[in-house]
């Protein structure tokens, strides 16, 4: 269903793509600009192809890859903007080398993520989610969980989310210990809680919560080597990014028992596909939600007002170049 058309009627306008489901604040800080709107949510990659050469901007958010093709075939893109936190769905390396400014949100989901992390934490300590099922099927069997108090948690990735979660954790006890590709020893230190190497880290943690940037680390963190370096049971999360992680690795590590449990917001495919992706989903040990870390109303809201602030600016200056 398209949102509004205006190609031919307002021309010295930039026109503009929308290709996912977006907040309204960016419908009307667009409206209000005097942009021309193309709302078209579930268009298919072949029909952006075809039309993409007519927009100054294309706003998505995770659905549609923004991929090399795309950005080759808008031949007056100016903007891409990314409804979202992070721009690994976008070919940042293609837009840089065409002058395309990228526009995303990165601080404006973190307590929503935050708050998923300590969820698939809690579920994996009291197998929450294996219990709501077997009750759903008529089994009332009681399960003996653990507390997270008095836990070692090992943060992996000491960035915004990673911060908060590891604030977050000491409320309820938990002892934090940290690592990053950055020395962040003196942040820790006045936060109370422990900057570490990461061997140290991975054969310490009785938890390992994965808050990484792949747009900085480009190569999973977690592999054999790494598995091999944890306790036996260890309770995994990753809110990140699949990619984080090997997927060889992870299932490897569920068959033998080292991996007590992994809970994951995001997959190597969303959805999955792959034989092994979909057998570990099978495992009781195993609690997987569909990419909704920033998917609350409030961090939406968020994302789309901050978005709207920056789009509307960047237009300003492509109009005035």
Not at 164 to 170: P, R
């Amino acid at each position: 269903m398209q949102y509004k058309t205006q190609l031919d009627a307002r021309m010295e306008k930039p026109n503009v793509l929308v290709v996912d489901t977006v907040d309204r604040h960016i419908l009307d800080a667009l409206e209000s600009y005097g942009a021309a709107v193309d709302y078209s949510p579930g268009i298919s990659r072949d029909a952006i192809l075809e039309i993409i050469g007519r927009y100054q901007v294309i706003v998505g958010r995770t659905r549609m890859p923004i991929d090399r093709g795309i950005i080759d075939a808008g031949e007056k893109l100016r903007i891409i903007c990314r409804a979202g936190v992070g721009i690994e769905n976008i070919d940042a390396e293609a837009a840089e080398a065409r002058g395309i400014r990228i526009i995303n949100v990165p601080g404006a989901a973190t307590e929503s993520v935050v708050e998923l992390t300590v969820h698939l934490i809690i579920a994996g300590l009291r197998s929450t989610h294996s219990c709501i099922e077997d009750v759903k099927a008529g089994k009332f069997v009681k399960s003996l969980g653990s507390e997270l108090a008095g836990k070692t948690v090992g943060i992996v990735g000491f960035g915004r989310i990673g911060t908060k979660v590891s604030q977050v954790l000491k409320a309820f006890d938990a002892e934090v210990i940290v690592t990053d590709l950055k020395d962040y020893r003196e942040k820790a230190g006045k936060m109370g809680v422990e900057f570490t190497d990461h061997r140290t880290l991975y054969s310490r943690s009785d938890i390992v919560c994965l808050h990484v940037n792949m747009e900085v680390n480009k190569v999973p963190v977690i592999g054999m080597a790494e598995v091999g370096m944890m306790k036996d049971g260890v309770i995994l999360i990753n809110t990140a990014r699949g990619a984080a992680t090997e997927m060889k690795a992870i299932c490897e590590g569920l068959d033998s028992g080292k991996i007590g449990f992994y809970g994951a917001d995001v997959m190597w495919n969303e959805p999955p596909k792959e034989e092994a992706e979909l057998r570990m989903l099978s495992m009781r040990n195993v609690a997987v939600t569909p990419h909704i870390g920033a998917n609350t109303k409030e961090a939406q809201e968020r994302i789309a007002k901050s978005l709207a602030k920056d789009l509307v600016v960047a237009l300003g200056e492509i109009e005035g170049a």
